[in-house]
């Protein structure tokens, strides 16, 4: 799909593939057909990078400049208000008409400019207005993200070590809770991480937008400083939130681990508790032809007795010393 936006009264009007012209401001390629394609080639006289090159890594083919164009690749997280985050890759074309977009999925930052640029007065006046508006969209998505994964850590933290109340103890101490909370720590640890890979991105593109000199307008300068410092922020932000994610996830492991080291305290100290009674009942269950105990009256009351009592002492005996 192609849309095309032209400036009408200040603001970008959005159009099919009929508005493309040389006054089109910026070309937003959304899974492109080949036709698509194509037609922005012939327009601008520009190659438009494949899905296939889109993907490459290297810095070289994810920052340059051919036939007049400057071309600036950067990761870009979507389905983040989904269980199944993703990366796509997302090229932007700066030239001197236009800026064009080619990507394969859809990012929140994309929608959240284009609606504000179609309402509000001289957002995007210029192909270089438009690149900044939407990397400035990418940086503040990414902010917000990281403050959605800083309060889901804080509350998986008070899960974790808050004391727990008579009325939740016995819900606190289950193992699937723990296996929750692993899960939702897993699943912060895996966002935050497609986050910071999306700020190494934009990182890339503004040193390379700030050393190549593509932008000219002091204006849009001034904004892509603004956003260097920022995007630097929220890097260090996304380092202090990888390490709590790490602590997170050794506690969670640690408390696993001390649950489970309790269960198995719990059948040791069983396991020695019936031992002493295990003892009488054999001494008794001996087939010897002298035994008083066998023609007593009481006997078999007494060997009861003293296999509980066998019993209760060291239950007793361990619960003085705090090992139950």
């Not at 959605?148 to 193992?175: C, K, M, V, Y």
């Not at 492991?253 to 009942?281: E, R, W, Y």
Request: charged share 25%.
């Amino acid at each position: 799909m192609i849309t095309v936006y032209t400036i009408v009264n200040e603001r970008l009007e959005p159009g099919g593939i009929e508005s493309l012209s040389p006054a089109a401001v910026w070309i937003d390629l959304l899974q492109p057909s080949t036709e698509e394609e194509d037609a922005v080639e012939r327009l601008l006289r520009l190659d438009v990078p494949t899905r296939e090159e889109m993907q490459e890594i290297e810095a070289s083919s994810r920052l340059y400049r051919e036939d007049g164009g400057v071309y600036v690749t950067v990761p870009v997280v979507t389905n983040s208000d989904t269980p199944e985050p993703i990366t796509v890759a997302v090229t932007f074309i700066l030239t001197a008409l236009c800026t064009i977009t080619v990507r394969y999925g859809d990012p929140k930052p994309f929608r959240l400019f284009a609606a504000r640029a179609t309402r509000q007065r001289g957002l995007a006046l210029s192909s270089e207005a438009v690149l900044m508006g939407l990397l400035e969209g990418i940086v503040d998505r990414a902010a917000d993200l990281f403050e959605t994964i800083g309060g889901e850590l804080d509350r998986l933290s008070q899960h974790i070590f808050n004391a727990p109340t008579a009325s939740h103890r016995r819900r606190r101490q289950n193992s699937s809770d723990l296996q929750g909370i692993l899960r939702g720590i897993g699943r912060n640890g895996d966002l935050a991480s497609k986050v910071s890979d999306s700020l190494l991105g934009v990182a890339r593109a503004t040193t390379y937008l700030s050393q190549d000199d593509a932008v000219r307008r002091k204006d849009c300068k001034a904004r892509l400083k603004t956003m260097t410092r920022d995007v630097r922020s929220l890097t260090e932000h996304g380092t202090y939130t990888s390490s709590k994610i790490t602590f997170l996830l050794d506690a969670t492991l640690g408390m696993i681990n001390i649950q489970q080291n309790n269960i198995i305290k719990i059948f040791s100290v069983v396991a020695v508790i019936f031992l002493p009674p295990t003892l009488v009942a054999s001494l008794y269950g001996m087939n010897y032809k002298h035994m008083p105990e066998l023609d007593w009256e009481y006997g078999y009351l007494w060997a009861l007795c003293l296999m509980v009592l066998s019993a209760v002492l060291p239950y007793l005996y361990f619960k003085r010393k705090g090992w139950l």
